[in-house]
T-cell receptor, first 114, second 114 residues
Framework: TQLLEQSPQFLSIQEGENLTVYCNSS?????LQWYRQEPGEGPVLLVT?????EVKKLKRLTFQFGDARKDSSLHITAAQPGDTGLYLC??????????????FGTGTLLAVQP | ETGVTQTPRHLVMGMTNKKSLKCEQH?????MYWYKQSAKKPLELMFV???????ENNSVPSRFSPECPNSSHLFLHLHTLQPEDSALYLC?????????????FGPGTRLTVT
């Protein structure tokens, strides 16, 4: 069973601080997605990275896909209370031909205190 | 605003009850999914449907019975559940099951089995 491990599991920081969340695996993924889930809601797709070494920015969020496509990071600059939520990474792998499986990470619960 | 809706949002049922969860997607997608989200566990994929046909069943107990009458609707029929089945049940859809498989989630049904 492939596993996508995220670290840290929990993070509580003050508004204005920077933080980085990591998503690691021993498996290679064809693409990797990041989702944010707020309490009482389903996950919402933030970004998809496809190419090894790719960097994508979404306002104060910076996403990077590892060169070997086995890991990814999410960096948040000047965190705000609205960033609070569960951050999930999900890697897509090809199985038996064209079928893709999406494997979700263990999650990072972020709380940004005002 | 999400294009995937789920009802009910909350459900409490006894172990001998029979109930159904409903999911509807308004995104024109072809694939639909049921996931189980429990505390301290990664998202668990339960079932996948593509063009109304079930393509994946990840060893889900038979007390969970999915139904997909068309590409826009997905049901999860529940009967004789166990307390450990209490969780958030998420429905998702995507444009096919190959490629990036970016998923769009509904808000979930919080299920409590007493």
């Amino acid at each position: 069973t492939q596993l996508l491990e995220q670290s840290p599991q929990f993070l509580s920081i003050q508004e204005g601080e920077n933080l980085t969340v990591y998503c690691n695996s021993s498996s290679v993924f064809s693409s990797l997605q990041w989702y944010r889930q707020e309490p009482g809601e389903g996950p919402v797709l933030l970004v998809t990275v496809v190419t090894g070494g790719e960097v994508k920015k979404l306002k104060r969020l910076t996403f990077q896909f590892g060169d070997a496509r086995k890991d990814s990071s999410l960096h948040i600059t000047a965190a705000q209370p609205g960033d609070t939520g569960l951050y999930l990474c999900a890697g897509a792998r090809v199985y038996g031909g064209a079928t893709n499986k999406l494997i979700f990470g263990t999650g990072t619960l972020l709380a940004v205190q005002p | 605003e999400t294009g995937v809706t789920q009802t009910p949002r909350h459900l409490v049922m006894g172990m001998t009850n029979k109930k159904s969860l409903k999911c509807e997607q308004h995104l024109g997608h072809n694939a639909m999914y049921w996931y189980k989200q429990s505390a301290k566990k990664p998202l668990e994929l339960m079932f996948v449907y593509n063009f109304k046909e079930q393509t994946e069943n990840n060893s889900v107990p038979s007390r969970f019975s999915p139904e997909c009458p068309n590409s826009s609707h997905l049901f999860l029929h529940l009967h004789t559940l166990q307390p450990e089945d209490s969780a958030l049940y998420l429905c998702a859809s995507s444009q096919g099951t190959s490629g990036r498989r970016e998923q769009y989630f509904g808000p979930g049904t919080r299920l409590t089995v007493t």
